[in-house]
């Protein structure tokens, strides 16, 4: 039987290192959650698993099909640690075995489940814990999970569409600005070679040319560390409150990116508060919940104002309607979801609508995008070539 060497921490911070012998690794996490520890490290012969104590964000796609496989498993009759067994042995995302292990081990000494995933809720989107929390109260965990598989899954597949429509503009600007360098560094030296040799007068935007490449050759490292002091003190701030807020409130006045951004953030929050309503978790903390899932600190901000106002006794559509973020439909929508007892489905389908609605716009963007950045392309090679060809074109007409 192999022997496993084991580091571990208790909840109460206290450490554990050891051997066991065990036939599987997950005999050896086991056995630590029987003890009230989770393991840090496990190693077999020098090889090491690395169990994170708080992985990083799980991709959204494993956790939308984890949450449908497991709401299937639990619909067809499976009892949970069995289907917790089967689903940490099949899949093939490592920081999601890893947490399913831990999991599994915890609802084999008597956790429930929610208390098991407590410890990784940073690792999953922000409503995932409540929905389990909801579905465990309810006794309706499969129709849950069922849910939250749902959601995850548009969400993931909007996520995806976002991505591509950056994909292109990103690589144009890549492309432009290595062409740019080249030209530059390499291109543009030579030229001058060829023209001091020649003795030839420059022309004054030749001689700007000139100088920008001098400048950039003899300073490259200063102009680079430049640049990353910059973008890192940038990334430092977006991060924070201010930061956060100044992002959002740029995103939704954009021209152009301002209503695509609206529409994503409406869908997100349509989506979310659906989900959460739709399994039993009362409107406030909904809010709460949905306010940390748009991803817009502007938004969020007016969600905590709505909390304060439902709290206070108002409807929730007399609360959204003083929202200049979320488009007139929503509140108006979520008065009739009110007035006829179906809020969730309601919210549901606007969701939908604006996913469909932020996709025709992501379209609309991607071919503005691409006659906009070739202009832009153009705009600022062609000068430059046109700085290195202006003494050739001037020593032309001279002989002639």
């Known amino acids: 039987m192999p022997k496993f060497t084991y580091n571990a921490i208790a909840s109460d911070g206290n450490q554990l290192q050891g051997t066991y012998m065990a036939s599987q690794?997950?005999?050896?996490?086991?056995?630590?959650?029987?003890?009230?520890?989770?393991?840090?490290?496990?190693?077999?012969?020098?090889?090491?698993?690395?169990?994170?104590?708080?992985?990083?964000?799980?991709?959204?796609?494993?956790?939308?099909?984890?949450?449908?496989?497991?709401?299937?498993?639990?619909?067809?009759?499976?009892?949970?640690?069995?289907?917790?067994?089967?689903?940490?042995?099949?899949?093939?995302?490592?920081?999601?075995?890893?947490?399913?292990?831990?999991?599994?081990?915890?609802?084999?000494?008597?956790?429930?489940?929610?208390?098991?995933?407590?410890?990784?809720?940073?690792?999953?989107?922000?409503?995932?814990?409540?929905?389990?929390?909801?579905?465990?109260?309810?006794?309706?965990?499969?129709?849950?999970?069922?849910?939250?598989?749902?959601?995850?899954?548009?969400?993931?597949?909007?996520?995806?569409?976002?991505?591509?429509?950056?994909?292109?503009?990103?690589?144009?600007?890549?492309?432009?600005?290595?062409?740019?360098?080249?030209?530059?560094?390499?291109?543009?030296?030579?030229?001058?070679?060829?023209?001091?040799?020649?003795?030839?007068?420059?022309?004054?935007?030749?001689?700007?040319?000139?100088?920008?490449?001098?400048?950039?050759?003899?300073?490259w490292i200063l102009l680079n560390l430049s640049v990353a002091a910059i973008v890192t003190t940038l990334v430092i701030y977006l991060k924070t409150d201010h930061g956060r807020m100044l992002k959002g409130t740029i995103a939704m006045n954009l021209p152009l990116i301002g209503p695509l951004s609206a529409k994503i953030c409406a869908s997100r929050f349509c989506r979310t508060l659906s989900s959460l309503t739709s399994a039993g978790v009362a409107l406030p903390e909904a809010l709460d919940i949905t306010a940390r899932s748009v991803v817009n600190a502007h938004l969020e901000e007016e969600v905590n104002m709505m909390i304060k106002d439902v709290s206070d006794g108002k409807d929730l559509s007399t609360a959204m309607e003083q929202s200049e973020d979320l488009p007139p439909l929503v509140s108006c929508v979520t008065k009739l979801g009110e007035e006829s007892g179906t809020l969730e489905e309601m919210l549901s389908q606007v969701a939908d609508y604006y996913e469909e609605e932020a996709d025709v716009a992501i379209q609309g963007m991607l071919a503005l995008f691409e006659p906009f950045m070739i202009l832009i392309m153009a705009a600022i090679v062609v000068p430059i070539l046109l700085a290195a060809l202006l003494p050739m074109f001037n020593m032309m007409d001279a002989l002639m």
């Open 25 to 219: 690794k997950d005999d050896v996490a086991k056995m630590l959650h029987q003890k009230g520890y989770y393991p840090t490290d496990i190693k077999k012969d020098g090889v090491s698993w690395n169990v994170e104590l708080t992985p990083k964000k799980m991709k959204l796609k494993a956790v939308a099909r984890f949450c449908t496989q497991l709401s299937s498993m639990l619909h067809a009759g499976v009892p949970i640690s069995r289907a917790l067994d089967i689903l940490k042995t099949e899949t093939e995302y490592e920081p999601l075995r890893n947490i399913l292990t831990d999991v599994y081990g915890s609802i084999q000494t008597g956790s429930s489940l929610p208390d098991a995933f407590k410890p990784y809720s940073e690792s999953f989107p922000v409503f995932f814990h409540s929905m389990i929390t909801a579905g465990v109260t309810s006794g309706s965990l499969d129709l849950c999970l069922k849910r939250a598989g749902e959601a995850f899954t548009k969400s993931a597949k909007l996520n995806a569409r976002i991505k591509g429509a950056l994909i292109y503009p990103g690589v144009i600007l890549f492309v432009m600005s290595l062409l740019v360098i080249m030209l530059l560094t390499f291109i543009i030296p030579e030229f001058s070679q060829i023209y001091s040799d020649m003795g030839a007068e420059l022309p004054v935007w030749t001689l700007i040319v000139l100088g920008a490449s001098d400048f950039l050759i003899s300073n």
